[in-house]
């Protein structure tokens, strides 16, 4: 069974920095893609970065430049390096990840979230 576990959030002041980690109960190898989510108070959640298995990456335009998607396949772990964190990246950010098999299915897997608070 999948299973994608979060951590490093917590509360950070305006300017400062955090980093997230994704921790993968399987080989993140396997993964087509990976992503980083977020979903604040009364808002959809949104996509924030994407990682494919090439190692090609894309950032939402409100995090670009501040935001930095990576992995580290040894460690089957996702990470999301935060910086000059402002008020409104506020959220629950939730890991993602996406299998597609060779008959064109995909299989979707989702952390639990973990919650980033920005005080200004």
């Known amino acids: 069974q999948v299973q994608l576990v979060e951590s490093g959030g917590g509360l950070e002041q305006a300017g400062g920095s955090l980093r997230l980690s994704c921790a993968a109960s399987v080989s993140i190898s396997n993964f087509n893609v990976m992503d980083w989510y977020r979903q604040a108070p009364g808002k959809q959640r949104e996509l924030v970065a994407t990682i494919f298995s090439g190692g090609s990456t894309s950032t939402a335009d409100s995090v670009k430049a501040r935001f930095t998607i990576s992995r580290d396949n040894a460690k089957n772990t996702l990470y999301l390096q935060m910086n000059s964190l402002k008020p409104e990246d506020t959220a629950v950010y939730y890991c993602?990840?996406?299998?597609?098999?060779?008959?064109?299915?995909?299989?979707?897997?989702w952390g639990q979230g973990t919650q980033v608070t920005v005080s200004s």
């Open positions: 993602h990840a996406t299998v597609r098999s060779p008959f064109g299915r995909s299989y979707d897997y």
